[in-house]
């Protein structure tokens, strides 16, 4: 059975740092295009990372998080720095199957979600 399953979120004030993890299970994550979404209350779920070949960031953490993968752990890592009050939000990671050199944020492509980890910035 396949399942993502993300950690590491918390309550934070404006200006730290928190990394989030996503382990893969059924599936290993250098198969598989990795992303991160995110959804406020009230709000869209967006994009905010992804990798593959490549990685991939919306404009509104880029220079802020960095995506990154483990294989021997099989798992992807979220490392977001200077955290702001927008940044609030539930955080999902996602897989898509395939391996390409590019990545996006098209949720009905990726396949299996992972429950949330919610990630609180105080300002």
């Known amino acids: 059975q396949v399942q993502v399953v993300e950690s590491g979120g918390g309550s934070v004030q404006a200006g730290e740092s928190l990394r989030l993890s996503c382990t893969a299970f059924g599936l290993s994550v250098n198969d598989y295009i990795m992303g991160w979404f995110r959804q406020a209350p009230g709000k869209e779920r967006e994009g905010v990372s992804c990798i593959t070949g490549g990685t991939n960031y919306a404009d509104s953490v880029k220079g802020r998080f960095t995506i990154s993968r483990d294989n021997t752990k099989n798992t992807v890592y979220l490392q977001m720095n200077n955290l702001k009050a927008d940044d609030t939000a539930m955080y999902y990671c996602?897989?898509?199957?395939?391996?390409?050199?590019?990545?996006?944020?098209?949720?009905?492509?990726?396949?299996?979600w992972g429950q949330g980890t919610q990630v609180t910035v105080s300002s």
């Open positions: 996602a897989a898509a199957r395939g391996r390409f050199r590019e990545c996006g944020f098209i949720r009905r492509g990726y396949e299996y």
